[in-house]
């Protein structure tokens, strides 16, 4: 399968690079697997899909200010993107950095606010390991320094209105480094109702990272290796699963990083185990979903592993048609735009 069949064609002018005014005012896609259909309608009746003893499952990661601006001893600029905090006491990231001349082990980085950065060692895929140091605790120092990562593909640095918008409501666990765009949509009023139906609410962990926004480089779509992601699953979300199937019930996954969470931590039965680890599924056309019955999704990047995951998910000459329709209908793509539901 080549990378290349997952391809289109999107005009600049549909990039949302800025949130619609109110999260649920988004519009929707809605795809029937089963009777093939593609309809319109408004997020914020997105509860009208979900039946009482469903379960919505929505990733609580909270997207942390990657974004950092320093400058080396001898004055020249440098940037800093977090990709994941390493384990052990000291405050050691893993990180890309973006210097106008090369960067070499040991130099040290001078960041505001009285924050330093020494650069450790270089790491294999082009990151280093870099380690902070300052008087302020680094994520209080991180919280007021950093800056939102925004994808690149928005053209434009993080505003002040970023900071909050840029996360979904639900947002807890820091440690991501792009948003779960799907759950982007949703109000707590619009939860409230959801629940008031019936329906349950659960939530997995997984730290979005490299693996979510790196271009697929290679050509054959089998010879991709995608990057692990920290994940957490609670014994109380395993269970709701279990007893959602049992009743009859239908799992929704609010988004590709609780889909990809929830199909990793399934064992051969189908079954989710709870638990924390580090998740590396790569999802395409051949997969068969053990957990997820319906997807709550956006509209992705042509060639990437996400177009990849909802066309195994839905049939990839079917999501193609949906975006053919949605490009037509001038719907608004990728992390600030709109949404699709897949039932």
């Known amino acids: 399968m080549l990378v290349k069949e997952f391809d289109y064609h999107l005009p600049q ?4 690079r800025y949130p619609a005014p109110e999260r649920d005012t988004s519009r929707l896609m809605v795809l029937n697997r089963q009777e093939k259909s593609i309809s319109n309608d408004l997020f914020t009746n997105i509860f009208s899909y979900l039946n009482p003893g469903d379960l919505l499952v929505m990733n609580d990661t909270r997207v942390i200010p990657a974004r950092i601006f ?17 384990e052990g006491q000291s405050e050691c990231w893993t990180c890309l950095l973006k210097s106008s001349k090369g960067l070499q082990e040991g130099q040290l980085l001078i960041l505001n606010a009285g924050m330093t950065a020494r650069v450790c060692r270089k790491l294999d895929g082009g990151s280093w390991q870099i380690e902070f140091s300052g008087e ?13 990562p925004l994808p690149p593909y928005l053209q434009r640095n993080a505003d002040i209105n970023d900071k909050e918008r840029y996360q979904t409501v639900y947002a807890s666990v820091p440690g991501a480094v ?18 008031a139906k019936g329906v349950g ?15 697929v480089r290679v050509e054959r779509v089998e010879d991709h290796r995608i990057h692990t992601e920290r994940y957490g699953i609670s014994e109380v979300t395993a269970q709701a699963i279990k007893d959602t199937k049992a009743r009859g019930g239908s799992v929704f996954a609010v988004g590709t990083t609780t889909a990809r969470t929830l199909e990793y931590a399934a064992n051969e039965n189908g079954q989710v185990v ?10 395409y056309p051949g997969y068969n979903f053990k957990v997820v019955d319906a ?5 992705h990047l042509p060639e990437s592993t996400l177009i990849m995951l909802v066309s195994a998910f839905a049939g990839k ?25 897949i039932f």
Do not use: C
């Open 13 to 16: 002018e549909l990039i949302a």
């Open 70 to 86: 320093g400058r080396k001893t001898t004055g020249g600029k440098v940037e800093i993107f977090l990709v994941r905090r390493d």
């Open 136 to 148: 302020t605790p680094f994520w209080t120092w991180l919280d007021q320094e950093g800056q939102m």
């Open 178 to 195: 792009a948003a779960p765009t799907a759950g982007l949509h949703f109000t707590r009023e619009l939860l409230e109702k959801i629940m």
């Open 201 to 215: 609410v659960a939530w997995v962990t997984l730290h979005t990272g490299l693996g979510t926004f790196l271009p």
């Open 274 to 283: 709870s638990g924390e680890g580090e998740a590396d599924i790569f999802i």
């Open 295 to 299: 997807m709550i999704t956006n509209f």
């Open 317 to 341: 000459d079917y999501i193609f048609e949906a975006y053919r329709q949605a490009i037509n209908s001038s719907f608004r793509f990728y992390s600030y735009g709109d949404a699709m539901l």
